[in-house]
C-alpha cells in the first residue's frame, strides 16, 4: 500500500501544486516508500519489528492527500479522494485490528479485509480517473 501511496501522493502534487515539482518528487517519494517497506522488513528479521518509519509514511501520505484537497483542482471529481483516503483508513483499521476481526466467527482476517480495503481505493482512484474531466479555468 505504501509503495502505491507514495507516487499518489506525487501525482496531486503535480495537479495540485506544480506538475515539475510533482515530476521531481515521483521518485524520491517512491524510494521512501519502497525504503519504508525495507527497513520494516530489515527490522523483522533483527527480531525488532519496527514500524515507526514505515507508519509515518503511510500517515503522512494520507495527510498529503487530504490536504492537496484544500488546494484549488484542475480536474473534476476530485473529492473521489475523501472516499480513497476512507478506504485506505479503513485498510490501516482492518489491519490494525486483524486479530480481533479473525475471532469473530473465525471466517476473515481483518488481513484479508485490509488488501480488499486497498484493493477497493485503488479501483476507487481508476474510476475517477476515467471519468473527470479538466476543469475550463486550468
Known sequence: MTIVFMPL???LIAERVNVRLGLWLLPILTAVGIGSVIHWHLSVER???DLRFFGAVQV???LALIFALLLPPRYTRGSDLLIVAGFYVLA???ETADHQIFSVGHLVSG???KDLSAGAAGLWVLKMLQKR???ADH
Open 133 to 135: 474531466q479538466p476543469i
Open 60 to 62: 503522512y501520505a494520507v
Open 9 to 11: 501522493v506525487a501525482a
Open 92 to 94: 490501516k483499521i482492518c
Open 47 to 49: 527480531g525488532a519489528a
Open 111 to 113: 488481513h484479508t479485509l
